[in-house]
């Protein structure tokens, strides 16, 4: 099994700045890659970033050069440095792991609030 625990959500105005943290334990032989989604009640989930085990990033466009995404491979835990923020960034995050326990699967974490006030 693989656990995956979000922290660093909160509470900040507009223009403000967060840092989450996503940690993944278990008995991971490896781990593909990391990222992060975002959900507001009653919308879909989506997309936010992600990163590889080589650390290529990817972006969805609308956090593209405010979010920057990392990794320390050492510890499994994976990072969302959130710059500028806007109200519209408010949302739960989920990160969610691409792990090989056996056979590869994506775990996902329960999530961290972050609102962002105008």
């Known amino acids: 099994q693989v656990q995956v625990v979000e922290s660093g959500g909160g509470l900040v105005q507009a223009g403000g700045s967060l840092r989450l943290s996503c940690a993944a334990s278990g008995s991971i032989s490896s781990i593909n890659g990391m990222g992060w989604h975002r959900q507001v009640p009653g919308k879909m989930r989506e997309f936010v970033a992600q990163?590889?085990?080589?650390?290529?990033?990817h972006y969805a466009g609308s956090v593209k050069g405010r979010f920057t995404i990392s990794r320390d491979n050492a510890k499994n835990t994976a990072y969302l440095q959130m710059n500028n923020l806007k109200p519209e960034d408010t949302a739960v995050y989920y990160c969610?792991?691409?792990?090989?326990?056996?056979?590869?699967?994506?775990?996902w974490g329960q999530g961290t609030q972050v609102t962002v006030s105008s």
């Open positions: 990163i590889t085990s080589s650390s290529i990033t």
């Open positions: 969610s792991v691409w792990a090989t326990v056996g056979v590869t699967a994506t775990y």
